[in-house]
């Protein structure tokens, strides 16, 4: 009996912290990507099957301690936004956030959390005038290929790999850094999500995807290392 009040205590001892700080739970285990829903009218649903099977490559090829492969989603106003450590943005088209979403996206980074957005060819002029409201002093520098970021699980010594090729454009990673700290890493002209997703979607051939995927841990480890 003396076991399970010490555990309900706990139990509400935790609820207390996060209600009181609002922050970031890093600690949750075992790790998910979710997906961020937002408004506007561009399908932030689309390839629902990448994050499965980029949670399977992780469960296969890390030690990371990965969560039942699935489809996890949240909204920027629900307080289970500070239960994913990693949140993935991605889609075709158009992206708005209330006020209220922006200062809450703004908390989650500044709180720990960490933004992988990844334009899907379409979202790109959006995502970077709502970044703006964001972050209103900060600006997206693109990230050296000698970044940790390309180095913390496998070597990318030339930065992204090309995934889709849509304007003969190179593939570009940039980032925004909060207390020090990377908390958002965008990947334009690249794709790299869209490797993720099942082969009958975009027909990838196995080399691309395999780089798709191995870029996609190096992203994830990265962010649960800072």
Not at 143 to 167: A, M, Q, R, T, V
Request: charge should be negative; aromatic fraction near 14%.
């Amino acid at each position: 009996m003396i076991k399970y009040i010490l555990v309900f205590i706990s139990i509400l001892f935790s609820a207390g912290l996060n209600a009181q700080t609002d922050g970031v739970n890093k600690n949750s285990s075992p790790f998910k990507i979710a997906r961020l829903k937002y408004s506007g009218g561009g399908d932030w649903y689309n390839d629902p099957s990448a994050e499965v099977n980029m949670m399977d490559y992780l469960i296969k090829n890390t030690t990371i301690d990965v969560d039942e492969p699935k489809f996890y989603s949240v909204n920027v106003n629900s307080d289970d936004i500070f239960n994913y450590p990693f949140l993935l943005i991605t889609g075709h088209g158009n992206i708005e956030f209330s006020e209220n979403e922006i200062l809450r996206l703004r908390k989650y980074c500044e709180s720990g959390g960490f933004i992988y957005a990844d334009d899907d060819y379409g979202m790109d002029e959006s995502f970077r005038r709502e970044l703006k409201k964001i972050f209103p002093g900060d600006e997206m520098k693109e990230l050296p290929f000698n970044h940790g970021i390309y180095n913390s699980h496998y070597s990318f010594p030339n930065g992204l790999p090309k995934i889709h090729e849509h304007d003969q454009k190179p593939a570009q990673g940039f980032g925004i850094y909060k207390n020090g700290r990377l908390c958002l890493f965008y990947t334009y002209e690249t794709n790299i999500s869209d490797g993720w997703a099942d082969t009958n979607e975009h027909q990838d051939p196995p080399e691309k995807r395999e780089e798709a995927f191995k870029m996609g841990t190096n992203i994830i480890v990265y962010s649960l290392m800072n």
